[in-house]
């Protein structure tokens, strides 16, 4: 999608500060952290919402979870634990239209959220 931020990203359009690179995803630190370790992870092809991704039966949301644990096993938090968060539709909060997991870790996780 050419409007689309986080597709500028993939597409190195946009600086990002990336810590992970698979064939089919791309994930990089959250400008706006809110934990130690706040990092999104993206499908390269645009789907809009995790819904979205789902439906696009691919194997591609399966691609993005094991991308999110690489993730948090590089980032030191796979132990005690982290998070995965897809934000779902405005009234959950989703402000980038590109379906994108937040991977959170490095400090205590309160539940619930929010
Ligand atoms: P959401 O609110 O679930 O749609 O999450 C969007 C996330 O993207 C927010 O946590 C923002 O801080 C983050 N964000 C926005 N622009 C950028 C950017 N250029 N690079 C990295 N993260 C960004």
């Known amino acids: 999608m050419t409007d689309c931020l986080f597709c500028k990203i993939v597409a190195r359009q946009i600086p990002a500060d990336i810590v992970l690179e698979t064939g089919r995803a791309l994930a990089f630190r959250d400008v706006n952290p809110q934990a130690p370790t706040h990092v999104l992870v993206v499908p390269k ?8 991704l789902a439906a696009a039966d691919d194997g591609l949301a399966d691609d993005l979870l ?13 132990e005690p634990g982290y998070r995965v968060v897809f934000n779902t539709g405005t ?5 980038v239209f590109h379906v994108h997991a937040h991977v959170l870790g490095g400090r205590s996780l309160t539940w619930p959220p929010g």
Do not use: K, P, R, S
């Open 66 to 78: 094991t991308a999110c644990h690489a993730v948090a096993v590089q980032e030191g938090v796979a």
């Open 91 to 95: 009234g959950a909060g989703q402000t």
């Open 45 to 52: 092809a645009h789907h809009e919402n995790a819904a979205a």
